[in-house]
């Protein structure tokens, strides 16, 4: 695969993930309250939203180690669980700065005008 090729490949993946994001990730949770799943799961269990957000995470990741080890997937594809582990990474983060941030504060992070409209774009599609 060339740069280019693996550069397309990622733009595709990452539009996919924000996708999923917007689809699948409103089963679980709520669309003013992003991180419930791992709140309401730490606090179900007695545990951390970290370590919520780290069983969530490994699953995955353990996923991707049987086929790493040659053995094929049945129930969701290498695609599919590398899509969940990216989207679980932005949650790792997301996670973080719900953490350090003061009630009711909005904290935006685009660091790029790209990133900006993307955001404004997730916002406009999420009301």
Not at 34 to 45: G, I, P, S, T, V
Request: proline share 2%; net charge negative.
């Amino acid at each position: 695969m060339t740069h280019a090729e693996l550069m397309v490949l990622v733009k595709e993946l990452h539009e996919e993930c924000i996708e999923i994001l917007n689809t699948k990730g409103l089963d679980y949770t709520q669309a003013d309250e992003r991180l419930a799943d791992f709140k309401d799961d730490a606090e179900d269990l007695g545990i951390t939203s970290r370590q919520a957000w780290g069983t969530k995470f490994l699953k995955q990741v353990r996923a991707l180690i049987t086929w790493a080890r040659g053995n094929e997937l049945k129930s969701e594809s290498v695609r599919s669980r590398a899509l969940d582990v990216m989207n679980y990474a932005s949650f790792a983060v997301a996670l973080e700065i719900d953490e350090k941030k003061e009630p009711n504060e909005l904290i935006m992070r685009g660091t790029t005008s790209e990133e900006r409209e993307r955001e404004d774009l997730i916002r406009e599609e999420n009301p």
